[in-house]
């Protein structure tokens, strides 16, 4: 059976009750869902807030992408991806990932591979406000 | 041959604008196109050897070719999540 995928990008704060919900299925015994969210130091660096900003035609069929390949490699039932974009304060979410499959294990090693993968190829970039002012895109080597 | 160049993050400041237009060989390359961006920016040299260029939304190595009319962005690594 073809998993169902749903990808969104947006700019309002994440329901991840509804995300999760939507992964959900008679056909599974584990749904895993992950949230990402700001963090309030950076190695003893204080931030006031990020600023998400993405490519987001490409965001979106990359997302698409990993979505179907994760679906593929672990057997999911069904992925749900959503990625803020824009100005996020302190403790609000920034990703939510939902995976579900008839065990729990393809499902925790699926929601992990989804992240790390996500922050390899997915253009979408964070900027860094922190206390002291100064702003800083991150861009890891 | 003209391209217009999406640009984003770090390299959006850097070029002060979210597209920028280069003009290229009929047959340039990545590597082609980043040669034209330094040239025309040189502020963006910093960014040497990190900028990732997409292809009508897919990622394009330095020797791949640059076909008239594509859609080409160019951007630092990633960090969503």
Redesign the interface.
């Given at each position: 059976m073809e998993p169902q995928l749903q990808i969104r990008l947006t700019r309002a704060p994440i329901n991840h009750v509804e995300l999760t919900e939507a992964v959900r299925s008679p056909l599974c015994g584990a749904v895993v869902s992950f949230l990402?969210t700001v963090r309030e130091l950076t190695q003893g660096r204080q931030t006031t807030y990020l600023e998400?900003?993405?490519?987001e035609?490409?965001?979106e069929?990359e997302l698409r992408k990993l979505a179907e390949q994760a679906a593929e490699k672990w057997g999911l039932h069904a992925v749900a991806i959503t990625?803020r974009l824009g100005a996020l304060d302190l403790g609000e979410i920034?990703?939510a990932v939902a995976v579900s499959s008839p065990h729990r294990r393809e499902a925790f090693e699926a929601a992990s591979e989804i992240?790390s993968v996500?922050?390899?190829?997915?253009?979408?970039?964070?900027?860094e406000t922190w206390a002291d002012g100064e702003t800083e895109?991150?861009?890891?080597? | 041959m003209t391209v217009t160049v999406l640009c984003f993050a770090r390299l959006k400041e850097l070029v002060g604008s979210g597209r920028v237009t280069l003009e290229l060989p009929a047959d340039a390359s990545v590597k082609d196109l980043h040669r034209e961006l330094f040239q025309q920016f040189p502020a963006v040299e910093s960014l040497a050897g990190q900028l990732l260029v997409a292809v009508n939304g897919e990622y394009a190595s330095d020797d791949a070719a640059i076909p008239a009319g594509a859609e080409v962005a160019c951007f630092p690594p990633v960090s969503g999540g």
């Open positions: 990402g998400y900003d993405a490519y035609p490409m965001a069929s990625h920034a990703v992240m996500m922050k390899q190829t997915v253009p979408i970039w964070k900027k895109w991150i861009h890891p080597e | -």
